[in-house]
């Protein structure tokens, strides 16, 4: 079992920044990648950002230059820093692990972002 704790979601104003963290534990040796993902009602869940276990990330184009991914692997977190943030970020954000060919989600935190 895996389990991914995720927290630092809110309300902020567009133009301000979030910082969001997810904890990982439980059977996560092996991990491949960590990232997030986000999913607005009716809409299919988008890929956000990813880090693999090597440093290399990967981010969606329209989060390019505004958010930053990290990790700290001795902690087996995420971190998602979200600068300049806009209304269309509204949405929940789900941590995402990766373990051999598993893929893992946690809960979800809510952003919303005020115009």
């Known amino acids: 079992q895996v389990q991914l704790v995720e927290s630092g979601g809110g309300l902020v104003q567009a133009g301000g920044s979030l910082r969001l963290s997810c904890a990982a534990s439980?059977?996560?040796?092996?991990?491949?990648?960590m990232g997030w993902d986000r999913q607005v009602p009716g809409k299919p869940r988008d890929l956000v950002a990813r880090?693999?276990?090597?440093?290399?990330?990967t981010y969606a184009d329209l989060v390019k230059g505004r958010f930053t991914i990290s990790r700290d692997n001795a902690k087996n977190t995420v971190y998602l820093q979200m600068n300049s943030l806009k209304p269309e970020d509204t949405a929940v954000y789900y941590c995402?692990?990766?373990?051999?060919?598993?893929?893992?989600w946690g809960q979800g935190t809510q952003v919303t972002v005020s115009s």
């Open positions: 995402y692990l990766g373990r051999f060919n598993d893929h893992y």
């Open positions: 439980g059977s996560i040796f092996g991990i491949t990648a």
């Open positions: 880090i693999t276990v090597g440093g290399d990330t």
